[in-house]
């Protein structure tokens, strides 16, 4: 039952007992429910977790830290909560996120319009009222004008079906949904599933701990050194003495994010300069190597060079050549999501480390005592799945979504993801999605990307208001464009060839469809102010 710190206050028209339910207490909830507030449309999110921040609440395996630089992956609608939030690390530690998700959460007083531990379970539209209904798993029904998607691109993680898992009888875990007391590896034999980013991050910490580490990889991964220090005194404040400026820079950036950038071709570049400027790249870290030059992600024979080099710099640090072999990628660099680490490589150097291939063959069934591949026996203490996240649509899917006739969101994307312009969908007036599939989202830095929709949904809220309108909905024919648009620009990168979550290839039956949109930030946000300046281009306002 709900406690009666949230019983629901009317909403501002009356009709119904909020305007607006958001769901999930991540920075697009948090920001959302804020611009709301001023507004002066009353709100409730609900959040599943028992405090806000959202993948960085759940994500809390050791070494979790993001892969764009503090100073930039942080707000900018508060000019003074800029200037009072000082980041410790370049990339900052899951922790000092978190920090900062809930500090942002008391200074604009939050918390009071957001029921944690409550997940919603189900929304309805109303046809007839024009309303949704939202059913909690608590039991609680309220409804509203309006539903805001807040759920996350990475937070509905995903569990593969390995037989036996149940019969486990060591401790297991998933990155993805991390014990918050944290765990102690000292001493334990200990299995990790997957190298995707997140095991990427965890394996040289888990290793330093455990007895034994073995590490099962299906596919190598590119990554590259973070290079993460202590951020200066005399850096903060040179960022701070102009943050408007470096927020500019970052807007004009396709990812959102300001790094050094060269639009030119390698191709037309000498061997011997091109791997000079990828040692330079390698040495400062991040995933500003794939900036190097502007066709690495366009033509196979360019990116080639930029991939070669990483393997270069994985055969000089891991010892063991067969091992080195194991760890060079075959795919395209970039077409999966770059990583960034610290000491990955160089932790197969370590005696209590061992990579067991598993491209060739499935893992066969996990055992009582750790799990049987290639009729090898494992014995594990603890398993740590690292197996990553039903990107993008998991979340959404979820919650039980109806929309007119009682189509389900589910059952409309079968096929994969139809928004406009990510942010909506055709058979469900009234419902917002925040970095929605077909928005530049997973793609760009999220907290710019996040405001951006953000603001587009208040603005369009408060739009509607003035105009008497009660009703959104995307026109058909404006979903297909997009559709058609999104499709266009995701063949022209390489990053649409790859098995990667972009694409759905990680879970099993799911639709491969390239669900982000790869147009960049600028030319997405002008799209959209472009539908702005034309009273809502493609939109049925009623
Ligand atoms: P990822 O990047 O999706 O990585 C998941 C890893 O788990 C990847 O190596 C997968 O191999 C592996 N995997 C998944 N299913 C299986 C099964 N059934 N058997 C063996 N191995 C499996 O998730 P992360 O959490 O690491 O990172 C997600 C994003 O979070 C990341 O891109 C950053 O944006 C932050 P595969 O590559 O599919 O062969």
Not at 130 to 152: K, N, Q
Request: one cysteine or more; proline letters at 5%.
């Amino acid at each position: 039952m709900p406690d009666s710190a949230h019983q629901p206050s009317r909403s501002t028209a009356g009709a119904t007992d909020f305007d607006v339910v958001i769901v999930g207490a991540g920075f697009a909830g948090m920001y959302m429910l804020h611009r709301l507030r001023g507004l002066g449309m009353s709100a409730r999110v609900y959040e599943a977790g028992d405090g806000v921040g959202g993948t960085w609440y759940w994500n809390r395996y050791p070494g979790a830290r993001c892969d764009v630089e503090s100073v930039q992956y942080s707000y900018q609608f508060d000019k003074e909560l800029e200037q009072e939030w000082t980041w410790s690390e370049k990339y900052s530690p899951q922790g000092e996120i978190l920090k900062y998700a809930n500090h942002v959460a008391d200074r604009f007083d939050l918390r009071r319009d957001i029921q944690f531990e409550t997940k919603v379970a189900s929304t309805t539209y109303d046809e007839g009222n024009g309303t949704w209904s939202v059913v909690t798993d608590a039991g609680e029904t309220v409804t509203s004008g309006y539903v805001v998607m807040a759920t996350g691109c990475l937070s509905s993680f995903n569990m593969p079906k390995f037989e036996g898992v149940e019969d486990f009888k060591g401790a297991s875990y998933h990155t993805g949904h991390w014990p918050h007391e944290g765990v102690d590896f000292t001493g334990l034999r200990v299995g990790v599933i997957g190298t995707g980013s997140s095991a990427i991050q965890s394996i040289p910490e888990i290793a330093k701990q455990a007895k034994h580490l073995t590490v099962f990889q299906r596919t190598a991964n590119y990554t590259i050194p973070a290079r993460n220090a202590k951020l200066a005194e005399e850096y903060v404040q040179s960022i701070k003495a102009d943050y408007s400026g470096l927020r500019e820079r970052a807007k004009k950036m396709p990812s959102g994010y300001s790094f050094p950038f060269n639009a030119g071709s390698v191709l037309e570049v000498p061997e011997e300069e091109y791997r000079r400027e990828y040692r330079s790249r390698w040495e400062k870290g991040g995933t500003a190597y794939l900036g190097a030059y502007g066709d690495l992600l366009l033509k196979p024979e360019a990116n080639k060079t930029a991939a070669n080099f990483v393997k270069d710099m994985i055969r000089e640090t891991v010892t063991d050549p067969a091992v080195a072999e194991l760890l060079c990628p075959t795919n395209i660099i970039g077409c999966k999501r770059l990583c960034v680490d610290t000491d990955y490589y160089a932790t197969y150097n370590r005696p209590n480390v061992k990579l067991v291939d598993i491209s060739k063959a499935p893992i066969d069934t996990i055992t009582p005592e750790g799990l049987r591949h290639d009729d090898i026996d494992y014995q594990f203490d603890a398993i740590v799945f690292a197996t990553g996240f039903d990107a993008m649509t998991g979340a959404l899917f979820n919650i039980d979504i109806k929309g007119k006739g009682g189509e389900s969101l589910k059952e409309k994307w079968t096929g994969g993801p139809q928004t406009y312009l990510g942010l909506t969908t055709v058979g469900f007036p009234n419902m917002f999605t925040i970095t929605g599939p077909g928005s530049p989202s997973v793609l760009t830095n999220m907290l710019p990307s996040i405001e951006q929709h953000v603001n587009f949904i208040a603005d369009c809220l408060s739009y509607m208001r003035e105009h008497g309108h009660s009703r959104i909905e995307p026109e058909l024919q404006a979903e297909l464009d997009w559709g058609v648009h999104v499709n266009e620009v995701a063949d022209l990168s390489l990053r649409s060839t790859c098995a990667s979550w972009y694409v759905g290839a990680n879970v099993p039956g799911k639709p491969r469809v390239f669900m982000p949109y790869i147009g960049g930030f600028p030319r997405y946000v002008a799209e959209c102010e472009r539908v702005v300046e034309n009273g809502y281009q493609g939109f049925q306002l009623a």
